[in-house]
T-cell receptor, first 114, second 113 residues
């Protein structure tokens, strides 16, 4: 089975530009999570969805960040406009139900904002 | 609210020796799960071991085992017969009824040949 798929793997952009990160969860998983990892703050949960519905977006840093999940097999995290402090590795993870709560992570997208 | 604390930013172990990574947590939930994830330089997050809080028996996965002390809210990871491939960042995490995980800051493990 394919794991969680993220694209792009690397993104370099200039300050002020719009950035869109993409995620395809594992088929059959009904939870999807977006995390941000930095040296200073570690691994932070940004937002998560259950059955395509956002459940908790309290981790989204500010209005420049938005996330959508139009269907069970696709989600996007958008930053507009991007700033240098947004540079980080962004992970998407998915899980099936609450029974085991194990999350499967994608390979991450390394974002660099110049 | 849940919190997870890893008090050891870095650890080092000699190849073939045993090392223990510490983790303490706090949660108000009665039904929760604890995890250890490994992140090698490839940055892929890999599940190492999982413990259900309602189980008293400590989880074991080959060379990896945990020491789960529920009353003390402690969840340490023991790696036996350490191998060079064990070198990585290790994250402790706690998951509650909402489905989300709270991660600690991580411990960087180095393995010396």
């Amino acid at each position: 089975d394919a794991g969680v798929i993220q694209s792009p793997r690397h993104e370099v952009t200039e300050m002020g530009q719009e950035v869109t990160l993409r995620c395809k969860p594992i088929s059959g998983h009904d939870y999807l999570f977006w995390y941000r990892q930095t040296m200073m703050r570690g691994l932070e949960l940004l937002i998560y969805f259950n059955n395509n519905v956002p459940i908790d977006d309290s981790g989204m840093p500010e209005d420049r960040f938005s996330a959508k999940m139009p269907n069970a097999s696709f989600s996007t995290l958008k930053i507009q406009p991007s700033e240098p402090r947004d540079s980080a590795v962004y992970f998407c993870a998915s899980s099936r139900g609450l029974l085991l709560r194990e999350q499967f992570f994608g390979p991450g997208t390394r974002l660099t904002v110049l | 609210a849940q919190t997870v604390t890893q008090s050891q930013p870095e650890m080092s172990v000699q190849e073939a020796e045993t090392v223990t990574l510490s983790c303490t947590y706090d949660t108000s939930e009665s039904d929760y799960y604890l995890f250890w994830y490994k992140q090698p330089p490839s940055r892929q997050m890999i599940l190492v071991i999982r413990q259900e809080a309602y189980k008293q028996q400590n989880a074991t996965e080959n060379r990896f085992s945990v020491n789960f002390q529920k009353a003390a809210k402690s969840f340490s990871l023991k790696i036996s017969d350490s191998q060079l491939g064990d070198a990585a960042m290790y994250f402790c995490a706690c998951g509650g009824s909402q489905g989300n995980l709270i991660f600690g800051k991580g411990t960087k493990l180095s393995v010396k040949p």
